[in-house]
């Protein structure tokens, strides 16, 4: 998906990155012609050097704001606030007197799995830094624990350590599931949403 689609800031970065590219094979060619002519000692700061290293150095930092600016979200308050609300619906799940019939057998705590798995790959779609997702992770452990704690307090649910190691796990699978394509998917989303608007 791209084209006419494509924000012109992103045309705007692959011209720029398509000029130093251009820039940077020229001076390969000049550097090597002048190896040709029996010039393989080059002065190491020479002029044709430094233009080299700048280009160099110049793609790498464009090549990563492009990496960052695709990772941004167009609709990012919408995607937190949706969040917020499947953390509203796990509180709600977790402490509610009637749960739905999952048709699983007693003992298998898929949902817990599945809750926690799918709250921490949501926020880590949002929030991309390392320590942003490690702090969520966190966040959503002392969760599943305070939640835990709580549902002993009431009369008609029960308290379980397993169910706390199920809630980290889930959020464990979920932390490794951020480091997959999988990180995409409200970007995808968007993307689909988008074409389909224009």
């Not at 019939?101 to 799918?118: C, Q, R």
């Amino acid at each position: 998906m791209g084209g006419a689609n494509e924000p012109k800031e992103f045309d705007a970065i692959k011209m720029h990155l398509d000029e130093l590219s251009a820039q940077q094979a020229q001076l390969l060619r000049e550097l090597s012609h002048r190896v040709e002519l029996g010039r393989s000692k080059i002065p190491p700061k020479s002029l044709l050097w430094s233009r080299l290293f700048y280009i160099q150095k110049s793609h790498r930092q464009i090549h990563r704001f492009a990496v960052d600016y695709m990772s941004t979200l167009r609709f990012e308050k919408f995607w937190v606030a949706l969040g917020f609300g499947f953390v509203g619906l796990v509180f709600y799940l977790s402490l509610a007197h009637d749960l739905p019939d999952t048709g699983a057998p007693n003992g298998m705590k898929i949902g817990h799995v599945l809750a926690y798995a799918w709250l921490m790959l949501w926020f880590a779609q949002i929030y991309r830094s390392n320590a942003v997702r490690c702090a969520g992770a966190l966040t959503f452990c002392m969760m599943g624990v305070g939640l835990e704690y709580v549902q002993g307090l009431t009369d008609y649910r029960g308290f379980e350590y397993s169910d706390m190691l199920i809630n980290s796990a889930g959020v464990g699978i979920g932390l490794l599931l951020s480091h997959t394509p999988f990180q995409n998917t409200l970007r995808w989303v968007e993307w689909i949403l988008v074409s389909r608007a224009a």
